[in-house]
């Protein structure tokens, strides 16, 4: 029996988006790659094959239209009218569209990202009720500039939106309550699905003295601070990360 070395979520494709020959491609942190049989390769449908493709850096024709949910000859057309960038394969007339041309082009054009989303969005989750915080917030990361901000009012809203949202970082306003947004923090760390989750708390001017546990929280902002200099840091943590568009 044969068995190939496959990379997990990056197999090279075709232009019209099937599997070619199995490599070993690094991708951030590394390397992810399976064994898997020839004949299992061939069963692949090509939805996982395109799911599996979207953190690869550069896409086929085939790949973006599946993405769009349009024909092939649609990004053929995108293409040759220069609206979506990408380069031709030399000796060739394959075409690849780099990921971060096709992010900006979905953007601009108010087309969904789709699964990309998780990829190309920095997410933060922000627990709290301050309305001027959070708009100031907004306002410093705002959407066009790849930041995805929702809030929960309450440690329960949280654990909900935290399952369906998939933030890369989680901001607590100490404002809702101290042992509230302790236990929060706990909780964020003894999930295993959260532990690597950038968690910032912030904490209230009011004269207490709160002790924050740098086993739950990895940084903390004392009010008052200046918002710009929060979403600041989430840029660079966040964008250690992750590659932003």
Not at 72 to 90: E, H, M
Not at 97 to 115: Q, S, T, V
Not at 119 to 125: H, N, P
Not at 193 to 209: F, K, M, N, R, W
Request: proline share 5%; hydrophobic share 40%.
């Amino acid at each position: 029996m044969l068995w190939l070395a496959f990379s997990l979520l990056s197999p090279p494709l075709s232009e019209s988006g099937d599997a070619a020959k199995p490599t070993d491609m690094p991708r951030r942190g590394g390397r992810v790659s399976i064994l898997i049989t020839s004949s299992e390769l061939a069963k692949l449908s090509s939805d996982t094959k395109t799911k599996w493709s979207l953190v690869m850096k550069v896409f086929t024709t085939g790949q973006v239209a599946k993405i769009c949910k349009v024909a092939p000859r649609t990004v053929s057309k995108w293409f040759d009218s220069g609206r979506l960038k990408g380069y031709r394969i030399p000796g060739s007339q394959d075409r690849r569209i780099p990921r971060e041309y096709l992010i900006k082009f979905l953007k601009e054009h108010g087309m969904p990202l789709g699964d990309l989303e998780d990829e190309a969005m920095a997410k933060v989750l922000l627990v709290g009720q301050d309305q001027l915080l959070i708009e100031n917030l907004k306002r410093h990361l705002p959407a066009e500039n790849s930041f995805k901000i929702q809030v929960a009012a309450s440690g329960f809203e949280a654990g909900i939106q935290a399952e369906s949202f998939h933030p890369d970082c989680i901001v607590v306003d100490y404002a809702i309550g101290r042992i509230d947004a302790q236990q929060i923090c706990q909780n964020l760390r003894r999930n295993a699905e959260y532990s690597e989750t950038i968690v910032i708390a912030l904490l209230p001017d009011d004269g207490s003295q709160i002790t924050v546990d740098r086993n739950h929280v990895n940084e903390s902002f004392k009010k008052p601070f200046d918002v710009a200099l929060l979403a600041e840091r989430l840029r660079t943590l966040i964008g250690s990360r992750k590659e932003l568009v």
